[in-house]
DNA sequence: CTTTTGACAGCGT
DNA sequence: CACGCTGCCAAAA
């Protein structure tokens, strides 16, 4: 076909349930990070897309700035998260030590759906975490 | 146009 | 460390 195999522009919810499927098991984003590493969007828009997720995305790798996630989710969560071996401080998880550092070849990824969404890559403005 | 609503974040207490 | 309050931001009512 003429057309791109993936459509070069991309909603930001769709780009935030992609970047779910890049989050490698045992690592965790928060809701900022995902807005962040898109480079658009707010914490507040992450969640509002993750609601709306499609089933298979890993949507308990991306939880609050604190470590926790919405009661409604926390039993199963928490089942996820022990299966990927993912260490909890009490009920919470340590964002410090778990948080996904990605790889070159994850970054170039992320890139990727930055300009699918019509944002400079990283390198442009240098805003690496 | 105004108000309400969210799978949120940060800060003060 | 747990709560409560305020700030945010786009979408829906």
Not at 31 to 39: C, K, M, W
Not at 79 to 93: C, F, N, V
């Amino acid at each position: 076909m003429t057309q791109a195999p993936r459509r070069t522009s991309l909603t930001f919810p769709e780009a935030v349930h992609e970047l779910a499927q890049l989050i490698p098991a045992g690592a965790v984003l928060s809701y900022g990070d995902v807005a962040e590493l898109l480079g658009s969007g707010s914490a507040r828009q992450s969640g509002k897309a993750m609601g709306a997720a499609p089933d298979g995305t890993p949507w308990w790798r991306i939880l609050r700035a604190d470590g926790t996630i919405t009661e409604a989710l926390a039993t199963q969560a928490n089942l996820h998260w022990e299966a990927e071996g993912l260490s909890k401080s009490g009920r919470r998880i340590s964002m410090n030590d778990k948080r996904w550092n990605p790889t070159p070849a994850q970054w170039e990824l992320i890139d990727g759906l930055r300009v699918a969404l019509g944002n400079p890559k990283m390198s442009e403005v240098d805003d690496q975490l």
